[in-house]
């Protein structure tokens, strides 16, 4: 099977790999449009972070509903766990993704990341 790659990006990452029917996202931040980090508050900054995720997603013939496992990774888990994961779990249905989240400090000043596995077709 071969790679394809969907995105740019200014770090040496691949935003999006689709390899056969899976498709691995890289971490996304909370950056809108045209550069700037979206918002001050882990909501705002979550919603934006899975809008970015679906666009990668979508980019590579996936959709949120086909998404297996997901890692998050917040700068202050036990400040921003809660915030979060009512946004991450208006987002997507039942059966959610399995998930792991950890604290780590982000290369930058922002909230959230989100990296993501999909397999197409997995949503039904």
């Known amino acids: 099977m071969r790679k394809e790659a969907f995105g740019t990006s200014r770090a040496p990452l ?17 950056v809108d449009e045209h550069g700037r980090v ?13 809008r970015n995720l679906e666009q990668a997603l ?16 917040l700068g202050d888990v036990r400040r921003d766990f809660a915030g979060m994961n009512a ?7 039942e059966p959610r993704p399995t998930r792991s989240t950890i604290g780590a400090e982000l290369a930058i000043d922002v909230l959230v990341e ?8 997995a949503g039904g």
Not at 87 to 93: D, K, P, Q, R, S
Not at 114 to 121: L, R
């Open 14 to 30: 691949t935003p999006a790999l689709k390899v056969g029917s899976t498709v691995y996202v890289s971490g996304q931040v909370p």
């Open 87 to 93: 946004v991450y779990a208006e987002f997507f249905a």
């Open 58 to 73: 979508n980019a590579a013939g996936a959709t949120r509903d086909d998404v297996v496992k997901t890692l998050v990774i």
């Open 38 to 50: 979206a918002g001050t508050d882990i909501g705002s900054q979550t919603l934006q972070v899975l």
């Open 114 to 121: 989100i990296e993501a596995v999909a397999i197409i077709g």
